[in-house]
């Protein structure tokens, strides 16, 4: 009896697996077409991420004017050139978020549409080439 008992708890953990096997895997996330997102939809996201990124643009620009006049009244020669080394890593880093947004206010909303790199991440942006 005990081995009735044994195997039939067996047989059933087994059916019990073979069924959660069988369940079907969810769909992929369906693209942006699929969802119906519509081009308008898609022109107000864009609209509403630029002005997002102009406002935080804006904050670090006037955050960066205030370390510019903060610099100007530090003596310490090492400390000055602590703070402006930081001010022109911050002045780089201000002037590439400018590019960035002036080359996708261009591109428009489906900016990013099949940009993307590796893995899920952006493709990296384009080299500037400078003046000779």
């Given at each position: ?43 107000e996201m864009h609209k509403k ?25 530090v003596s310490d020669a090492e ?6 080394a930081n001010i022109d890593l ?43």
């Amino acid at each position: 009896m005990k081995c009735n008992s044994l195997l039939f708890a067996v047989i059933f953990a087994f059916a019990t697996l073979a069924l959660a096997q069988d369940k079907p895997a969810p769909p992929p996330p369906a693209g942006h077409h699929e969802m119906g997102m519509d081009h308008q939809k898609m022109g107000e996201m864009h609209k509403k991420h630029m002005e997002a990124m102009q406002a935080d643009l804006d904050k670090m620009k006037a955050s960066l004017d205030q370390m510019k006049a903060n610099v100007a009244k530090v003596s310490d020669a090492e400390e000055k050139a602590r703070w402006q080394a930081n001010i022109d890593l911050w002045t780089m880093m201000v002037g590439h978020m400018e590019h960035m947004m002036k080359h996708m206010g261009e591109m428009g909303p489906g900016m990013g549409m099949g940009m993307e790199h590796h893995h899920g991440h952006p493709a990296p942006p384009p080299a500037d080439k400078k003046p000779e």
